[in-house]
């Protein structure tokens, strides 16, 4: 069997502080032997942009401003309306697996986040068996490879969106196990693809790291607000258990490679989660410079007595039971809903600018740019800068009643950190919420204050409740580790864009990229070239 020549672990959304606490203290003894011999270093997402554009960033190797791709839900350019770009091709630049696979390397690529399926490619492909962010639902090249995988491997046993768990200690208890059974069942067919051997280039991501931290953080971190010691003693550590059935998965896979170079990523992390993203909105409306909805009259009639009375009915209901329920009413819901994208929720046209998706951890505000937007308010140019820069001043103002601390750390200027031919598809301004206190959640944990009052001098007090059911969120850093023959042990002491992987994969195979926004890692480059036995010529 021709052995794998590169073969990349990922680890979705997992905490490098994590992996390298448990992978020093021996729970995760697979990294540990990773680390121990091979070249470690920090990566960093793409600043603004690390919620929805990691992944296509990564695989791209540039910026939302030439791929295009910032968020699930954007907003459809010439209008006020938004759209699912998954519906129009998710990506407008190819991945990096794409160029190496017409240049004759083989290659077998699975589950990587918000890809699409390479119907040319020179090996396999497999999206969405089993991951937090599904847009297409479960694809294959060939086309018969996701059959035969389920056939034999059946369906990831995490059968809904991580969001609908149910929120009981039956309930996490199910999710983890579900969580772990999905990794030793995506190791199984793994492990089948990779022992077909001949492969260039073999990537697979253990997705239920990202799912885990985001439903049960609390769980893990005694500190946050919403942890409960009574869930802790049934569960133990949710993070760590799903941690340690992928390092063992990795273990597995490592022996089947044999002596190959080895690549684990984490290309951005998780910890609590912060921030007043669902006060957005409303600290706009208060500043004047975002107009509300016009308001419309109440409905009557039956169907508004009975919406009333179903409303009433559910508060009335106790604790543990809406819990044990929710999942089922939210999915009943999502039927009606999830085929629309969300409306903006104020009066875009209006407004001198208005919210615009781009994540929790990371608000989106868009100007109404005159020339740009169909009733454009703000004229470009030096106007728009001033604007800009009054609203970072007021948005800066902005403090946590209770901790005196400022809600936002920053407000950046897309356009003064990214260029590229679809700029105009990204916010104009990036918010970043403060990420050092938690933030409570109404649907976890009992009695946790999950308001946020917001105070400043121009918006006076803006109170909201956090109803969103996530504990945990990302952040931007993450870790890689590479090993194998001829890379050196050592710690790198810069931190690594994730935007130079795609250039670093195309330099060791010989193959150009049309552009890139990063540069190749010469540690590993050096590494694979000191290492690198004479290559057979491409046939």
Request: with cysteine; net charge neutral.
């Amino acid at each position: 069997m021709t052995p794998t020549k590169v073969l990349v672990l990922a680890i979705d959304a997992a905490s490098p502080v994590l992996l390298e606490r448990w992978a020093e203290d021996g729970t995760l003894p697979n990294l540990r032997s990773l680390m121990t011999r091979g070249l470690v270093g920090s990566t960093r997402s793409v600043d603004g942009f690390h919620i929805g554009s990691t992944w296509p960033s990564w695989s791209t190797g540039v910026t939302p401003a030439r791929h295009g791709l910032h968020y699930l839900v954007q907003l459809r350019p010439g209008t006020y309306e938004t759209y699912r770009p998954s519906e129009e091709g998710l990506m407008k630049r190819e991945p990096f697996w794409t160029h190496l696979s017409r240049a004759g390397r083989r290659v077998a690529v699975l589950d990587v986040p918000l890809s699409t399926v390479d119907r040319g490619l020179n090996g396999v492909q497999m999206v969405e068996w089993g991951g937090h962010d599904a847009v297409f639902g479960i694809e294959s090249h060939p086309t018969d490879l996701a059959g035969r995988i389920l056939s034999t491997f059946g369906a990831h046993p995490l059968a809904t969106p991580c969001d609908q768990i149910g929120r009981t200690l039956d309930g996490y208890r199910d999710f983890v196990d579900r969580l772990v059974a999905g990794v030793r069942a995506r190791t199984k067919w793994t492990l089948d693809l990779l022992g077909r051997g001949g492969w260039d280039l073999f990537v697979q991501v253990f997705t239920e790291a990202h799912c885990v931290g985001h439903q049960c953080w609390h769980l893990h971190d005694p500190s946050h607000p919403a942890n409960d010691s009574l869930f802790v003693a049934g569960l133990g550590d949710p993070l760590r258990s799903v941690y340690q059935a992928i390092d063992a998965g990795i273990g597995q896979l490592l022996v089947q490679a044999g002596d190959t170079r080895v690549v684990v990523l984490s290309l951005h992390g998780m910890s609590h989660a912060f921030g007043a993203q669902f006060l957005l909105r409303d600290l706009l409306i208060q500043l004047g410079v975002t107009q509300p909805l016009p308001t419309t009259p109440a409905p009557t009639g039956a169907a508004a007595r009975a919406s009333v009375a179903l409303r009433a009915a559910w508060r009335r209901l106790p604790r543990s039971m809406r819990d044990s329920i929710a999942p089922f009413k939210d999915r009943l819901l999502q039927r009606h809903t999830v085929s629309t994208p969300p409306p903006l929720g104020v009066d875009a046209p209006r407004s001198r600018c208005f919210p615009h998706n781009n994540g929790l951890a990371v608000g989106g505000i868009r100007l109404n740019l005159a020339g740009r937007e169909p009733n454009g308010l703000v004229e470009p140019g030096s106007v728009a800068r001033a604007f800009e820069d009054e609203l970072r001043r007021d948005l800066l103002d902005i403090v946590d009643e209770r901790t005196r601390r400022p809600l936002i750390r920053r407000v950046l200027r897309t356009r003064d950190h990214y260029d590229g031919e679809h700029l105009k598809l990204l916010p104009d301004l990036l918010v970043e919420w403060d990420d050092v206190t938690p933030v409570g959640n109404s649907l976890v944990g009992r009695g946790v204050d999950a308001s946020v009052r917001a105070v400043s001098p121009k918006t006076g007090r803006v109170t909201g409740t956090n109803d969103f059911g996530r504990t945990g969120e990302h952040r931007p850093e993450g870790l890689f580790i590479a090993a194998g023959p001829g890379i050196r042990p050592r710690r790198l002491e810069r931190s690594v864009s994730i935007l130079d992987f795609a250039p670093t994969f195309a330099t060791i195979f010989d193959v150009a990229l049309p552009e890139s926004d990063g540069t190749a890692i010469p540690e590993f480059v050096d590494g694979w070239r000191a290492g690198q036995l004479p290559r057979e010529p491409v046939t």
